[in-house]
C-alpha cells in the first residue's frame, strides 16, 4: 500500500508510480473481494466507511444560484417551497428544508483543476499501480455532466487532464504496442504483423479525427500539456523487463443498444451496428468493440475527440436525440513480463451517464418517451443494485442484485459490486427553473439525508390520508419486490438456456471427433490386417514356386545326362552286360518320368493356389476401395447432420435472442413501472417525513 502514502505526500508527486510487484511476475493478482457500502440513508458511523469504498462528490454547476441553497462542508440544504411537486398532498406546510450530505461538494466556483486534483489524481496511481477504476457522472440534462468528464475546447475536463498525466507517468512507450487487451481481463502478445495492423488502424483512425475534429482542440491540448508540465516529474521503476501498452475504446449505450463510437458512422448510415455483450471468467465486456493503441496523451484525445463527433454525427444525422446516451470511455494499460506468461491488464472507465429526466415533467410520446424510459430505467437499475448491494451488506443478507436488468449495470458489474473502486460526480443545475431536476438528483444521490421541517401552522390531515399514505407505500413495496423476483427468476431460466446451448454445442463437436476418429482407427486396421496376410501369403507362395521350379530344372538336366548314357549303351548292343545295364536304366527313366509326372501336378497345384492368393489379394483390395467410399459416405452423412445440428443451434440461438429481447422490453417496462413508483414513493416519503416532522413539533408544542 505505498501508493497511499505517496498519494499523501503531494510533494513526492503523484508520479512516483508503479508499484515494484510488476517485476516480481505478479501482475495479474486479484485484489481481496471488498463489498462496497454505497448509498443513500447511511448512519453518520458509516459515512466514514462508505467513503472509503466509492466517492459519491456533487458539482454544482457555475449559474445563478437560487437562494433555497445553503452549502455548509460536505452539506447542501435545501428549502423546499410549497409550491414544488414534493409538497402537493401537504399544502398546509409553508416549507421544509433537506439536508443531503456528500463525499465532498464542489461549489459553483470550483475550478476542473480542482476536481481533477481531488477525485482524479489518486484513482489514476492505483490504476497505473494495477487496480481498475471507474468514474461516473449523474445528473439532469444540461446540468455540466459532460463539462465534467470532457470539458470545453477553453477548459479541459477530467478524461484530458488523466491522459496527459497518465502519458507523463508512463515511460515512453514503443510505436509499435506489443501487447493487446483481448477479453475483459485478457492481454495477448502481438506478432509482427498483428502490431502492424495495430498501427496502421490508429493511422487510420488519426487521419479521420485530423479531418473531422476542430483544430482547436488540438491546440488546447497541447497549451494544457505546456500547462501541465510544470508539475513535478516522478521516478520511474525499472520498465525494461515489461512489455506495456495504452489502448483506449469509446461507446455509447442508447436504448439499451450498444454502439461502437470509434467505427466511422457513415458507413453506419440509418443501420448502427449493435454489439452485444459477452463474459469471460466473469467478467463482463463488449464483444467486437474497437481497441486503439495510442503512445500519447495527444493520440487518445484525438481518438476522443473523433468519438464525440461522431456521437453529434448520430446525434443529428442517423437519430435525433442519440446524445441523450451513456458514453464509456475507456482507457486500459496492458502489460507482460518479457518471456513469460504472466500479465496483466487494468481499466479507468469514464461514464457520462445521460440525463435523469422526471418522466412527469417531460412526459413525451412515442420514440421520445422510449428513450426517456430507458434512460431513467437503467438509472434506476443502477440504483436499485446499489441499494441492495448496502442492503446485504447492512443486514448479511444474501438478496440478487439486479445487475442483469441494463446493460449499464451489466457491464459495470464489477465495480458496483465492490471490487473495484468507483466514484461518482453529481451534477445539479443550481437554478430557480432546475429546482425540481436538482432536488431529485439529490434525492437520487446523496451519501446521507435529513428532513428539517419549518415551525409552521398546519391542520392536521385525517388519520385515514395518512394510513392510505402508508398502504400506498407497503403496496409499492410489495410489487417492486414481486416484480424483482420475476426478473430474476427469468433472468435464471436464460442464463440456464445459455449454458445448456453452450453444452449441446460442445458435446455435437465431441462427438463428431470422436465418431471420426474410431471410425478412421477401425477402417485402418481391417486394412492393414488384410495387406499384411496377402503380403505373407504371397512371399511365402513364391517361396515354394521357386523351390518347385529349381527342383524341376534339376530333373531335366538329370534326364539330359541319362539319354546321354543310353545312347552310348545302345552303340554296343552285342554286349549282353550292356542290355542288362539298358533294362536298369530304362526302369530308371521310368520312375523318373514317374516322379516327373507328380512334379508336373505339383507345379499346377501350385499354380492354382497363386491364383487362388491372387484372387483374394484383389477381393482385399476390393473390399479396401468399398471401405475407403463407406468411409466417404459416412463422412457426408457426419457432415450433412453437424450442418443440421449448426441450423438448430443457429435457430435455438435466435429464439433465445428473441426471448431475451422481448425479456428485456418487458424488464424495461417494469422497470418505467417501478420508476414512476419511486418518484411516487419519494413523494411520499417526504410528505411522511415532514408529517411525522410536524407531528413531533406539535407534540413538543403541546408538551411546552
Ligand atoms: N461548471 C460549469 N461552468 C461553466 N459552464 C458549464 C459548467 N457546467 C456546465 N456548463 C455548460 O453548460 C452547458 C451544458 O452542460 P453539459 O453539456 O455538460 O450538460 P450535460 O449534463 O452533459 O447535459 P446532457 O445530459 O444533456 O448531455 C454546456 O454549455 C457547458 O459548457
Redesign the pocket.
Known amino acids: 500500500m505505498d501508493y497511499l502514502r505517496l498519494s499523501r505526500n503531494e510533494q513526492l508527486s503523484f508520479l512516483r508510480a508503479r508499484d515494484p510487484s510488476i517485476l516480481s511476475g505478479n501482475l495479474a493478482s486479484k485484489r481481496e473481494n471488498v463489498r462496497t457500502n454505497l448509498m443513500p440513508d447511511i448512519q453518520e458511523n458509516e459515512l466514514e466507511e462508505a467513503d472509503k469504498n466509492i466517492q459519491i462528490h456533487l458539482?454544482?454547476?457555475?449559474?445563478d444560484m437560487d437562494e433555497s441553497y445553503k452549502i455548509e462542508a460536505n452539506e447542501i440544504q435545501c428549502s423546499i417551497p410549497t409550491s414544488s411537486s414534493h409538497l402537493s398532498n401537504l399544502k398546509d406546510i409553508e416549507s421544509i428544508v433537506k439536508k443531503f450530505t456528500f463525499s465532498h461538494i464542489f461549489p459553483?466556483e470550483?475550478t476542473?483543476e480542482e476536481i481533477f486534483n481531488l477525485v482524479v489524481k489518486p484513482k489514476l496511481l492505483k490504476f497505473i499501480n494495477g487496480e481498475n477504476s471507474t468514474l461516473m457522472?449523474y445528473?439532469?440534462?444540461?446540468?455540466?455532466?459532460?463539462?465534467?468528464?470532457?470539458?470545453?475546447i477553453t477548459?479541459p475536463g477530467i478524461i484530458p487532464r488523466t491522459l496527459e498525466y497518465l502519458f507523463k507517468t508512463l515511460p515512453e512507450l514503443p510505436e509499435t504496442p506489443l501487447v493487446k487487451p483481448t477479453y475483459s481481463t485478457q492481454v495477448e502478445m502481438l506478432n509482427a504483423s498483428h502490431s502492424r495492423e495495430a498501427i496502421l488502424a490508429k493511422k487510420n483512425l488519426l487521419s479521420l479525427a485530423k479531418m473531422t475534429i476542430d483544430e482547436r482542440h488540438t491546440n488546447i491540448y497541447q497549451e494544457m500539456q505546456s500547462r501541465l508540465s510544470t508539475e513535478p516529474a516522478g521516478i520511474l521503476d525499472d520498465f525494461s523487463s515489461v512489455s506495456l501498452a495504452v489502448w483506449v475504446s469509446f461507446c455509447e449505450i442508447y436504448n439499451e443498444n450498444i454502439h461502437d463510437l470509434l467505427t466511422p458512422m457513415q458507413k453506419q448510415k440509418g443501420n448502427r451496428a449493435k454489439l452485444k455483450l459477452a463474459s469471460y471468467n466473469e467478467n463482463t465486456y463488449i464483444k467486437d468493440l474497437t481497441n486503439i493503441c495510442v503512445s500519447s496523451g495527444i493520440e487518445a484525445y484525438q481518438i476522443l475527440q473523433y468519438g464525440l463527433h461522431n456521437l453529434k454525427y448520430a446525434s443529428t444525422t442517423i437519430n435525433p436525440h442519440s446524445?441523450?446516451s451513456h458514453c464509456i470511455f475507456t482507457i486500459k494499460i496492458a502489460q507482460v513480463v518479457n518471456g513469460t506468461n504472466v500479465y496483466r491488464l487494468n481499466y479507468f472507465n469514464f461514464c457520462?451517464?445521460?440525463?435523469s429526466e422526471r418522466l412527469k415533467k417531460t412526459m413525451n410520446e412515442g420514440d421520445r418517451l422510449k428513450e426517456s424510459n430507458n434512460i431513467n430505467a437503467s438509472l434506476l437499475v443502477l440504483g436499485r443494485c446499489i441499494n441492495c448491494i448496502r442492503e446485504n451488506q447492512k443486514r448479511n443478507l444474501k438478496k440478487i442484485v439486479p445487475y442483469r436488468d441494463s446493460k449499464l449495470t451489466r457491464l459495470f458489474q464489477r465495480a458496483l459490486s465492490g471490487n473495484e473502486s468507483i466514484s461518482m460526480i453529481v451534477?445539479i443545475?443550481p437554478t430557480a427553473n432546475m429546482f425540481e431536476e436538482s432536488l431529485h438528483t439529490l434525492n437520487f444521490s446523496a451519501v446521507a439525508k435529513e428532513v428539517v421541517v419549518k415551525r409552521t401552522p398546519m391542520k392536521i390531515k385525517t388519520k385515514s390520508r395518512f394510513s392510505s399514505y402508508l398502504q400506498a407505500r407497503n403496496l409499492f413495496a410489495a410489487n417492486q419486490e414481486e416484480d424483482a423476483c420475476e426478473i430474476n427468476r427469468m433472468q435464471d431460466l436464460i442464463d440456464k438456456l445459455y449454458l445448456e446451448l453452450e453444452r449441446q454445442t460442445q458435446y455435437c463437436t465431441e462427438q463428431e471427433v470422436r465418431i471420426r476418429d474410431e471410425i478412421w482407427e477401425q477402417q485402418n486396421a481391417v486394412i492393414e490386417e488384410i495387406k499384411e496376410n496377402s503380403r505373407q501369403q504371397i512371399a511365402a507362395n513364391n517361396d515354394r514356386y521357386k523351390r518347385y521350379i529349381q527342383g524341376l530344372k534339376d530333373l531335366y538336366e538329370a534326364k539330359a545326362n541319362q539319354r546321354e548314357v543310353i545312347d552310348l549303351v545302345s552303340s554296343s548292343d552285342e554286349d549282353e552286360d550292356g542290355n542288362h545295364k539298358q533294362q536298369n536304366l530304362r526302369e530308371e527313366i521310368n520312375s523318373l518320368k514317374v516322379k516327373l509326372t507328380d512334379v508336373e501336378n505339383e507345379n499346377i497345384l501350385l499354380k492354382n493356389r497363386l491364383h487362388d492368393t491372387e484372387k483374394t489379394c484383389t477381393q482385399a483390395q476390393e473390399q479396401i476401395e468399398a471401405y475407403k467410399e463407406q468411409i466417404i459416405t459416412l463422412k457426408t452423412e457426419f457432415t450433412s447432420k453437424i450442418r443440421e445440428l449448426d441450423l438448430e443451434i443457429v435457430q435455438t440461438k435466435n429464439t433465445y435472442d428473441t426471448a431475451l429481447q422481448e425479456y428485456e422490453d418487458q424488464a424495461s417496462m417494469l422497470v418505467n413501472e417501478n420508476y414512476k413508483l419511486v418518484e411516487e414513493n419519494s413523494e411520499l416519503n417526504t410528505q411522511i417525513e415532514t408529517y411525522t416532522e410536524w407531528r413531533s413539533l406539535q407534540i413538543n408544542d403541546i408538551h411546552s
Open positions: 458539482r454544482i454547476k457555475y449559474a459553483p470550483s476542473q457522472s445528473g439532469a440534462s444540461g446540468s455540466g455532466k459532460t463539462f465534467t468528464i470532457v470539458g470545453t477548459d446524445s441523450r457520462d451517464l445521460a440525463g451534477n443545475n
